[in-house]
């Protein structure tokens, strides 16, 4: 079991630290290749889909199995949301660089490998309070994506997690609703559709951990 948990961490960590070298990357193509030395606050690494890179990192320094089981729930359930539904609208994942492009469809990818390895180690919260702890956690860095958006909307274009107050929500389907409902609206609904898709893929999980679980049982 010990042996399982540091095969694990390591796993996820080195995905980590291949997402965080990535990321350094992309960033200085975007300031020099794209934007000629000029920092753009609309690509600061804090999104859903951010996320994933910063619990990564942290594995090795995780000693409480609650704190691994809430990441790996994260994990299972919001980052891999995150990786697939980019897939259904993938505009915002080409550049005008193309091995900018490809990073961000490999990026997805890895959430999507991620968030199903997380889910297959057995160590995650399949309860229903699993998710609310999780849930939790997603709602804590809304907040601070927030606080992003605020503080530094003054320094130039930001929107993390898509919810800033200044900008008119973008995200396909949630513009129409933000348009005929208001922004606070689709901001609102855009939320509350990703916690009903994160909800979905727990239920499945739980499922999943059933049938595993049984299967155990038979043999």
């Known amino acids: 079991m010990k042996k399982h948990s540091i095969e694990c961490k390591n796993f996820l960590f080195y995905c980590g630290l291949l997402m965080f070298l990535s990321e350094l990357w992309k960033q200085y193509c975007l300031t020099y290749t794209l934007n000629h030395g000029s920092y753009n606050w609309w690509y600061f690494p804090f999104q859903l889909c951010s996320i994933p890179m910063y619990i990564c990192l942290m594995f090795p320094i995780i000693t409480s199995e609650r704190l691994l089981s809430l990441m790996l729930t994260f994990l299972m359930d919001f980052g891999l949301l995150g990786g697939i539904f980019t897939f259904f609208d993938t505009t915002g994942l080409y550049y005008g660089y193309a091995p900018l492009t490809i990073h961000s469809f ?17 160590r995650a919260d399949i ?16 907040l601070l994506a927030t ?26 389907v949630y513009r129409d609703i933000a348009e005929m409902f ?11 559709s990703i916690l009903i898709g994160a909800g979905l893929l ?18």
């Not at 490999?106 to 057995?122: E, V």
């Not at 727990?202 to 043999?219: D, I, M, P, V």
């Open 202 to 219: 727990h239920l499945l999980w739980t499922r999943y951990g059933a049938y595993a679980h049984n299967r155990q049982e038979s043999t």
């Open 182 to 192: 208001g922004n606070t609206f689709g901001i609102v609904s855009y939320l509350l």
């Open 127 to 142: 309860s229903k309070k699993g998710f609310a702890k999780t849930s939790g956690f997603f709602f804590a860095c809304c």
């Open 106 to 122: 490999g990026w997805h990818i890895l959430l999507i490998i991620i968030g199903i390895y997380a889910g297959r180690t057995g």
């Open 147 to 172: 606080f992003f958006n605020l503080v530094f909307h003054p320094y130039g274009k930001i929107n993390m997690f898509y919810i800033s107050p200044y900008y008119q929500m973008g995200q396909i």
